[in-house]
Nanobody
Framework: QVQVVESGGGSVQSGGSLRLSCAASGYTSSTYCMGWFRQAPGKEREAVATIDSTGNINYGDSVKSRFTVSQDNAKNTLYLQMNSLKPEDTAMYYC????????????????????????WGKGTLVTIPS
């Protein structure tokens, strides 16, 4: 059974930094898309950053140049380095993943969209006081 578990959330002052981690386990394919998504109180969940097994990376417009997604395949871990944090970054941050049997399957599926993710973590809370 695939599991993704987030960690690293917390409260930091505006302008500060945090690094989130997402540990994935139980998967059987090396072809995947993983991503970070967030949901602020009263708002819809939005994509923060996604990365696939070919190295393609996409960022949400509001975090470009401030956040960096990376992965350590040896540790089966996805990271999100968040710099220059703002109060509007306050949200529950979720890690999600989808695995494909082959690269062709992933290509046919298209980009790493939120609605395409099969496995979700429980989230880690990030709070940036105003």
């Amino acid at each position: 059974q695939v599991q993704v578990v987030e960690s690293g959330g917390g409260s930091v002052q505006s302008g500060g930094s945090l690094r989130l981690s997402c540990a994935a386990s139980g998967y059987t394919s090396s072809t995947y898309c993983m991503g970070w998504f967030r949901q602020a109180p009263g708002k819809e969940r939005e994509a923060v950053a996604t990365i696939d097994s070919t190295g393609n990376i996409n960022y949400g417009d509001s975090v470009k140049s401030r956040f960096t997604v990376s992965q350590d395949n040896a540790k089966n871990t996805l990271y999100l380095q968040m710099n220059s944090l703002k109060p509007e970054d306050t949200a529950m941050y979720y890690c999600a993943a989808v695995y494909y049997p082959t690269l062709s399957d992933m290509v046919v599926a298209g980009s790493c969209e939120m609605w395409g993710m099969d496995y979700w973590g429980k989230g880690t809370l990030v709070t940036i006081p105003s």
